[in-house]
C-alpha cells in the first residue's frame, strides 16, 4: 500500500475553518504542544536524581550517541507539533573539533509547514506527549553528561524521508508533515531504531546509568508499540513491512513490521525469544545515515562525538 493511497482513506484538514470544533484542528493542536513543551521546559525536566555526569569514557560514549539519536527525534516531533525545533539552549555543546559551539542546521519544514493536520484527537494528544517525552530525553541526557554534552549536529528531517521513501519502494516523494497518517510512518522510522538502540548499548554501559537507559528504552518501546498500533488500525501493515525490510538490509538485524502471518497487529518488534531487537553502533548508523558511509541521510555531516 502506497502513501498515496494511505492518504486517500485520510481526512486532511486545512488550515481555514479552525474555530469549527468538528475535529481537533491545525492550530489547537499546536496550542496544546506549544503550551505543553513550553511547560515542560521552564518545570526543568530533569529529576533530582539525576548523576552529575558520565564517570567513565565508555559511560560518555553512549550517552553521547544517545543524545544524537534523541536530538533527532525530538526535532521530528516538536516541528509537527510545534511548527518549531529545540532552542538554541538545548543544542550547543562539544563538537568533532574538540571546541564548543552552537549546534548545526536543521533542514525541516518551517511554521505551519511543519505542522501535521490531525484529524484523531488521540493521536494529536499522543504527538504532544512523545514531543514533550522526547525534549525531556534530551535534557536529561544533557545534565547527566554536564560539559561533555555534544552539540546537536546537522540533522535532516525534510529531503531523507524523499530519500528513505524511494530506497525502501514507496515512491520518490515523501511528506511526513503532510497528513496524520505520513506522520504516523514518519514516527514508525524512529522509535523502533531508538528502541533496538537503547537495548544495544546497555551491555555498555557502568551500572551508575544503566537504569537510566533502561528507563528511557522504556518510554521509547511505549511510544513504538503505540505508534505501531495504530498503523495496524488504519491499515499500514504494506508500508511498515516495506520500511522494516530496508532496515533489515541496512543493519543485518531482523525486524518486523504490523503485518505477519497470523497476526496483522503486531505491535511489538521482537526476536524468536520475545526480547526486543538489539542493534549495535553501526548497525543503528548503518539505518540512519542510509547506509552512508559516516554521514548521510538524517545526518548530513555525521553524528557528534567519538562515533561516527
Known amino acids: 500500500m502506497a502513501f498515496s493511497q494511505m492518504d486517500e482513506h485520510t481526512t486532511v484538514e486545512m488550515l481555514q475553518g479552525l474555530q469549527r470544533r468538528r475535529v481537533l484542528k491545525r492550530a489547537a493542536a499546536t496550542a496544546i504542544g506549544a503550551a505543553a513543551v513550553s511547560a515542560a521546559s521552564t518545570a526543568g525536566l ?3 536524581s539525576t548523576p552529575a555526569q558520565a564517570q567513565t569514557a565508555t559511560d560518555l560514549a553512549v550517552l553521547n550517541f544517545a543524545l544524537n539519536l534523541e536530538y533527532l527525534e525530538a526535532e521530528y516531533y516538536l516541528h509537527a507539533v510545534t511548527g518549531t525545533g529545540l532552542s538554541s539552549s538545548l543544542t550547543s555543546g562539544l563538537l568533532n573539533s574538540g571546541a564548543t559551539g552552537a549546534g548545526g542546521t536543521v533542514t525541516a519544514p ?14 494529536a494528544y499522543w504527538a504532544q506527549q512523545i ?18 554534552a555534544v552539540a546537536e549536529p546537522a540533522i535532516d528531517i525534510q529531503n ?14 515523501f511528506n511526513p508533515y503532510a497528513s496524520e497518517v505520513g506522520f504516523l510512518v514518519g514516527a514508525y522510522i524512529f522509535e523502533d531504531v531508538g528502541v533496538t ?9 557502568s551500572t551508575t546509568y544503566l537504569p537510566y537507559a533502561a528507563s528511557i528504552l522504556a518510554v521509547e518501546a511505549y511510544h513504538a508499540g503505540a505508534i505501531r498500533a495504530r498503523l495496524s488500525e488504519i491499515g499500514g501493515g504494506t508500508v511498515t513491512d516495506q520500511i522494516s525490510t530496508l532496515r533489515y538490509k541496512l543493519s543485518g538485524v531482523g525486524d518486523l ?3 505477519n502471518p497470523g497476526n496483522p497487529f503486531t505491535f ?16 543503528v548508523l548503518s539505518i ?9 541521510l538524517f545526518y548530513p555531516n555525521g553524528m557528534n562525538g567519538s562515533v561516527r
Open 46 to 48: 530533569v529529576a533530582s
Open 110 to 123: 518551517k511554521g505551519t509547514a511543519a505542522l501535521v493536520p490531525w484529524t484523531s484527537t488521540a493521536v
Open 131 to 148: 514531543a514533550v517525552d522526547e525534549l525531556n530525553h534530551v535534557t536529561f541526557l544533557r545534565s547527566a553528561l554536564g560539559a561533555a
Open 160 to 173: 531523507s524521508f524523499n530519500t528513505l521513501a524511494q530506497a525502501a519502494g514507496l515512491g520518490s516523494t
Open 197 to 205: 538502540a537503547y537495548a544495544g548499548a546497555a551491555a555498555s554501559l
Open 257 to 259: 513490521g504490523v503485518l
Open 268 to 283: 511489538v518488534n521482537n526476536d524468536a525469544n520475545s526480547l526486543a531487537q538489539r542493534r549495535t553502533t553501526s548497525q
Open 288 to 296: 540512519v545515515y542510509g547506509g552512508g558511509n559516516g554521514y548521510g
